[in-house]
């Protein structure tokens, strides 16, 4: 048995005011024990059914407001909160946190935003979840019955031909699976990546280089860049196809472990401690030896590649972190929004759709259909249509994952109405001036070829003709 634990090389939970690491796990069955870096502090107000919570501040100094009353805390001050109190805090500290007994769902109620975080004073909104949803969400002794039904029917699934998994009754029950799966509530961040894990949509982005004049600039940000690995995949494709073209990249993640990885390059051959993936399983050998300078078991992204990327830690869902930035010619937001509840992921994804400058192009997979779907009915954006089945099919983690666990993809079905909609994961996105919501737009609209689009960069009309 263990006697020293360390904490893990990725956070446990991230909030909007802090990021949280839990040590374990502890053979005491009754006791939970986290690290907390507070940078603002706990986005809610919360009350604890059962749990009591202690705090000891390591370093920093912030304060507690509990029943309504302030007490300000700082180094080798220890705070205890017992159940049913109504609590958060604030501030810039390192916190080790105690939790008897452990959590479990359902155990905190959120009272009100924290507006020291999220900027505002209001009520959090009350739980109006469905019966379907706090179905999918009951536990028994601690243990969700609907996470084992998931489990055993997904490995049944995985053994199924694809002819009776398309036959309709059967694909109608994988339907209400997945449902099951998108409500259960347990979304977490996850750094699980690979090189060249969707070939068709880099295909896409060499495509629509031929747009990009000689020696133009072109904008490019991958946000929820995770440990690098799309980002460097994208640089390679471009660099390789055009190397005249000047490329302004940005990768952004939420999670300052990943970001700090990322800029490294660097990569073991081995499963990665990080992502938890052996991330270059895609790659052929010829591949590697392109990408990559090798030093023992440790790969290193080859400098030609690396050249110029910045790489920046921040929330995505802030409107500030994008506005700094400035519009974008292409944005890569892929396999994150996932993991968010699904009014966060709609909120973030309109935000992100801020930063596409005018007739830019937006790439999203890795999502709820359903968000992706509306927002770009509403919005107006063009889904481009070729390539659409090969990027859809193109992640096999994706695909793989369906119907049993919430990241999973459905199954292109032709026979939707909007599935040129639903199942495309690139757009290009007008001004609202001249965008009309893609729902109204007839099928030989939807399906012209992308070469007979005219569209302009927003960056090259700044720096053609040099």
């Known amino acids: 048995m263990p006697y020293t634990h360390s904490l893990p090389t990725s956070a446990s939970f991230n909030g909007k005011g802090l990021r949280g690491y839990t040590f374990g796990p502890l053979t005491q069955e009754d006791l939970e024990i986290y690290y907390v870096e507070v940078q603002k502090g706990h986005d809610v107000f919360m009350v604890s059914r059962e749990i009591t919570r202690t705090y000891y501040i390591l370093s920093g100094s912030g304060y507690f407001t509990i029943e309504g009353d302030k007490y300000e805390v700082s180094t080798g001050m220890l705070v205890e909160v017992p159940p049913r109190v109504e609590y958060s805090y604030s501030g810039n500290m390192n916190i080790l946190a105690l939790s008897r007994p452990r959590w479990f769902q359902d155990n ?43 489990r055993l029917n997904q490995r049944l699934w995985n053994h199924l031909p694809s002819r009776l998994t398309s036959l309709t009754p059967i694909r109608s029950y994988g339907d209400l699976l997945h449902t099951l799966a998108r409500r259960q509530g347990n979304r977490a961040q996850a750094f699980a990546t690979l090189f060249l894990r969707n070939r068709p949509e880099l295909e896409l982005i060499r495509r629509l280089l031929l747009r990009v004049a000689y020696g133009d600039t072109l904008g490019l940000t991958v946000l929820g860049c995770s440990a690098g690995a799309e980002v460097y995949s994208i640089a390679w494709t471009i660099r390789s196809a055009r190397p005249d073209i000047k490329l302004a990249l940005h990768g952004i993640d939420i999670a300052e472990e990943a970001v700090a990885f990322a800029k490294r390059g660097e990569y073991p051959l081995g499963d990665s401690q990080l992502t938890g993936t052996q ?13 990559f300078d090798r030093h023992g078991d440790v790969m290193t992204v080859k400098p030609w590649i690396k050249e110029g990327i910045q790489w920046h830690v921040g929330d995505v869902g802030e409107p500030e972190v994008l506005n700094a930035l400035g519009p974008q010619d292409m944005v890569v937001a892929n396999n994150f929004l996932c993991h968010m509840e699904v009014s966060d992921a709609e909120l973030c994804l309109r935000n992100i759709a801020r930063l596409v400058g005018p007739h830019g192009y937006l790439f999203v997979s890795g999502i709820d259909l359903d968000v992706r779907t509306k927002v770009a009915n509403e919005l107006g954006w063009e889904p481009l249509q070729e390539l659409l089945e090969e990027i859809h099919d193109g992640d096999p983690y994706l695909r793989q994952y369906w119907p049993g666990r919430y990241a999973g993809l459905e199954p292109l079905n032709k026979r939707r109405k909007d599935w040129r909609t639903r199942y495309a994961a690139t757009f290009q996105l007008y001004p609202k001036s001249i965008a009309q919501p893609a729902a109204d737009k007839s099928e030989s609209s939807n399906t012209r070829e992308l070469s007979e689009r005219v569209a302009v960069f927003p960056s090259m009309d700044r720096v053609s003709n040099k």
């Open 108 to 150: 905190d109620t959120f009272t009100k935003w924290n507006p020291d975080v999220v900027g505002y004073d209001s009520a959090f909104p009350m739980d109006n979840r469905s019966l379907l949803t706090r179905i999918s969400q009951a536990q028994f002794r601690g243990k969700s019955p609907v996470n084992a039904f998931l």
């Open 279 to 291: 991330v270059f399983e895609a790659m052929t050998p010829g591949e590697m030896e392109e990408m």
